[in-house]
């Protein structure tokens, strides 16, 4: 069965500093990978996505993510982390044997706290 | 652009109650998706639409919830009779006609339902 991990409930991490927010995935095909993230009283707004190619995959608000096969793993990534980057990110997968690949299988969320 | 919308924002209901919920995707997207997250889990997809047929409803907890999408323009989710295991953020979320499954998908801010 497919799923996706998020080892961490919250991380904190101070302005200007790197942040990772991690994930690590299970499918039995190729995955597609997604990052979302929900500011307060927001939806989940779209971040970036792998589906093919580059592992690094570069998206929105300077954040990237990197594809590692071999550790089945799609950490989140930003080299300095703004105060107003602090929200919960969903990392999300699909896997194309499922409904064709329609569906999110999402992981429980990070609390990404960013102190000034 | 006017992106996903969902009405209301908030529902508070009594056990045994009825509640919908109303899902309007980006004008053009034939996909329509409900997902739910329950008291902070995981996000969890309920069904999918392609324009006003289910595509896919297999994750739709029991007989209790009813979704529709007449004319293939908004959608609406009915809860009938309400449990206190329902409460939770109700996400809506669309994509573009051919709904492949590397399109992103665009969410709503949610509808949050609280089952007393």
């Known amino acids: 069965a497919q799923s996706v991990a998020q080892p961490e409930d919250q991380v904190n991490v101070a302005e200007g500093n790197p942040l990772t927010v991690k994930c690590t995935y299970s499918?039995?095909?190729?995955?597609?990978l997604f990052w979302y993230v929900q500011y307060p009283n927001r939806g989940l707004q779209f971040l970036l996505k792998y589906i093919t190619g580059d592992n690094l995959v570069k998206g929105s608000y300077g954040f990237e993510a990197e594809f590692n096969k071999s550790q089945t793993s799609f950490h989140l990534k930003k080299p300095s982390a703004l105060v107003s980057d602090s929200a919960l990110y969903f990392c999300?997968?699909?896997?194309?044997?499922?409904?064709?690949?329609?569906?999110?299988?999402f992981g429980p969320g990070t609390r990404l706290s960013v102190l000034p | 652009e006017a992106g996903v919308t969902q009405f209301p924002s908030h529902s508070v209901i009594e056990k045994g109650q009825t509640v919908t919920l109303r899902c309007d995707p980006i004008s053009g997207h034939d996909n329509l998706y409900w997902y739910r997250r329950v008291m902070g889990k995981e996000i969890k997809f309920l069904l999918h639409f392609v324009k006003e047929s289910k595509q896919d409803e297999s994750g739709m907890p029991n007989n209790r919830f009813l979704a529709e999408r007449t004319g293939g323009t908004y959608s609406t989710l009915k809860v009938q009779p309400a449990e206190l295991e329902d409460s939770g953020v109700y996400f809506c979320?669309?994509?573009?006609?051919?709904?492949?499954?590397?399109?992103?998908?665009?969410f709503g801010p949610g509808t949050r339902l609280t089952v007393l």
């Open positions: 499918v039995s095909g190729n995955p597609y």
């Open positions: 979320a669309s994509s573009q006609t051919g709904g492949a499954s590397t399109d992103t998908q665009y």
């Open positions: 999300a997968v699909r896997d194309l044997r499922i409904n064709y690949g329609q569906n999110f299988v």
